[in-house]
């Protein structure tokens, strides 16, 4: 699973019938120390998460199945806000 | 499998069920000969493993969903072992 921060959100209205309602938010990755890490990629929210919060992500097929609709073309899942990390 | 070093414990609340109850580390992967190597994740621990703790990582979808007996789990990095040693021998070094 990866670690990221929400970053924006991303609208598109002609979207698969599959991912109908399924909101798209921007995630930033982010290393241990929460630190930007690479390019911002585009997942599925499955938690309710907002721009500014540290989340997790499921990648491939895993993200699949926390959408409403399981049978999905989606490979990257939100599956957790994070409250904080602690060493 | 992979080598990796957990770094932080990772704690969240709102979180998709299967989560719940779970142990969720930050992972920082490992070389053989313990320095860091590509992108840190997110594991979740199935064996009592600490911060600091060098660990075998299971990342395979279907085995994780076998290992914790749901069908739908959206999770593929699991901790595995807890690594005590690792002996490597490589010719002419």
């Known amino acids: 699973m990866i670690p990221g921060r929400v970053v924006g959100r991303l609208v598109a209205s002609q979207a698969l019938a599959a991912l109908e309602g399924v909101k798209f938010l921007l995630v930033q990755p982010v290393d241990d120390a929460l630190a930007d890490a690479g390019a911002p990629v585009v997942a599925c929210d499955a938690i309710g998460a907002n721009v500014g919060e540290a989340v997790f992500m499921a990648q491939g097929r895993e993200a699949t199945f926390p959408l409403p609709n399981t049978f999905n073309p989606a490979d990257l899942t939100i599956v957790a806000i994070v409250d904080h990390v602690t060493r | ?93």
Do not use: C
């Not at chain 2, 911060?51 to 789990?73: C, H, K, N, P, Y």
């Open chain 2, 1 to 93: 499998m992979k080598l990796a070093r957990v770094v932080s414990h990772v704690v969240s609340t709102q979180k998709h069920p299967f989560y719940r109850g779970q142990k969720t580390f930050m992972v920082k992967p490992l070389r053989l000969d313990g320095t860091p190597e590509g992108p840190t994740f997110v594991a979740v621990d199935r064996v009592q493993s600490g911060v600091g703790d060098w660990v075998l990582i299971m990342q395979e979808g279907s085995s994780a969903r076998a290992m914790f007996g749901e069908a739908e789990a959206p999770v593929r990095s699991v901790i595995v072992g807890i690594v005590d040693n690792v002996d490597l021998h490589v010719e002419g070094k």
